[in-house]
């Protein structure tokens, strides 16, 4: 299996950038599907992003569409979520997944979770 570790959060001012990374280790995470998840305060965890495993597919919550881009590297066994133009409601806990199923966006349907990074954007 594929254990998952985030970096990059911290505190920013909005309309600043922050570059997420998900590093994978244990398996390939040329197997997998990959998303980026995040959740505030008393929220559900929400879908932000995704890239399926043969890079054919990236799909985007509406809100983060032409200001987040997830992207993959298999040769460095890593994923990253580019965010610009960052707003206070981009406030949140990060999290990356692993789906070995077929693809979707459904936070069900992944398997595997990092434990989170923090990102917090002050107006």
């Known amino acids: 299996q594929v254990q998952l570790v985030e970096s990059g959060g911290g505190a920013v001012q909005a309309g600043d950038s922050l570059r997420l990374s998900c590093a994978a280790s244990?398996?390939?995470?040329?197997?997998?599907?990959m998303a980026w998840f995040r959740q505030a305060p008393g929220k559900e965890r929400e879908f932000v992003a995704a890239?399926?495993?043969?890079?054919?597919?990236?799909e985007y919550t509406d809100s983060v569409k032409g200001r987040f881009t997830i992207s993959r590297d298999n040769a460095k066994n890593t994923v990253y979520l580019q965010m610009n133009s960052l707003k206070p409601e981009d406030t949140a806990v990060y999290y990356c997944?692993?789906?070995?199923?077929?693809?979707?966006?459904?936070?069900?349907?992944?398997?595997?979770w990092g434990q989170g990074t923090q990102v917090t954007v002050s107006s």
């Open positions: 997944a692993a789906n070995s199923l077929p693809y979707g966006i459904s936070r069900r349907t992944y398997n595997y």
């Open positions: 244990g398996r390939s995470i040329s197997n997998y599907n």
């Open positions: 890239a399926s495993r043969d890079t054919a597919i990236t």
